[in-house]
């Protein structure tokens, strides 16, 4: 069975700029949440969706945003881009609502200039 | 709220020495947990989790950890470290059991040769 993917794996933007990841999550797996890490930060939590559903937020501003599709495949989305968003954002997926575990993809890395 | 505290943010073991890395969490009932495994430019690999049930919990790559819920702790170890071994290690919670994720800071671990 595939793993949770993550495109793309790089990503360069300028700042003020937005951006979109996308995240499959692994076959059968209806739960995908999205984690910024950060040197400074580690792992934060940013969201958590459930067949299409935000059940969870991380204490991020609005400019971070998702959405899940009905295939469970998930989009998270940044707007106006600041340097500090430069970060690697892990995907997440879940079988179910309750987390018995959680399974990660490789990341986006995201460099903000 | 909850956290989840790890001991030393850098730790180095001789190569087949004991490996020990700690965790601490802060809950008033005993959450689920987890300790996941990122190697570099890669994602987190769950090594092992606890539930219920058996307090001492083996995963994978001979490493296996201890809850104890006087003590509040989920340390790991491994009898014999490898140079394979060298990597981030985190600590994380489920609390509510089931619920969102908290993730400690993460532990460096180094294999000297």
């Known amino acids: 069975k595939a793993g949770v993917t993550q495109t793309p794996r790089y990503l360069i933007k300028t700042r003020g700029q937005q951006v979109t990841l996308s995240c499959s999550p692994i076959?059968?797996?209806?739960?995908v949440s999205w984690y910024q890490q950060t040197p400074g930060q580690g792992l934060q939590f940013l969201f958590e969706?459930?067949?299409?559903?935000?059940?969870n937020k991380g204490n991020f501003p609005g400019r971070f945003s998702g959405r899940q599709f009905s295939n469970s495949r998930s989009e998270m989305n940044v707007s106006t881009l600041e340097l500090g968003d430069s970060a690697l954002y892990l995907c997440?997926?879940?079988?179910?609502?309750?987390?018995?575990?959680?399974?990660f993809g490789p990341g986006t890395r995201l460099t903000v200039t | 709220a909850q956290s989840v505290t790890q001991l030393g943010s850098h730790v180095s073991v001789s190569e087949g020495a004991l490996v020990l890395l700690r965790c601490n969490y802060s809950?008033?009932?005993?959450?689920?947990l987890f300790w996941y495994v990122q190697y570099p430019n890669q994602g987190l690999q769950l090594l092992l989790k606890?539930?219920?049930?058996?307090?001492l919990v083996k995963g994978i790559n001979g490493f296996e950890a201890e809850f104890k819920k006087s003590e509040t702790s989920f340390h790991l170890t491994k009898p014999s470290a490898h140079m394979s071994d060298a990597a981030e290690y985190f600590c994380?919670?489920?609390?509510?059991?089931?619920?969102?994720?908290?993730f400690g800071t993460g532990t460096s671990l180094t294999v000297i040769p």
């Open positions: 997440a997926s879940s079988v179910s609502q309750v987390f018995y575990e959680q399974y």
């Open positions: 076959s059968g797996h209806r739960s």
């Open positions: 969706y459930f067949s299409e559903t935000q059940r």
């Open positions: 809950s008033s009932v005993p959450p689920y």
């Open positions: 606890y539930t219920t049930g058996a307090t």
């Open positions: 994380a919670v489920s609390d509510p059991p089931g619920n969102q994720f908290y």
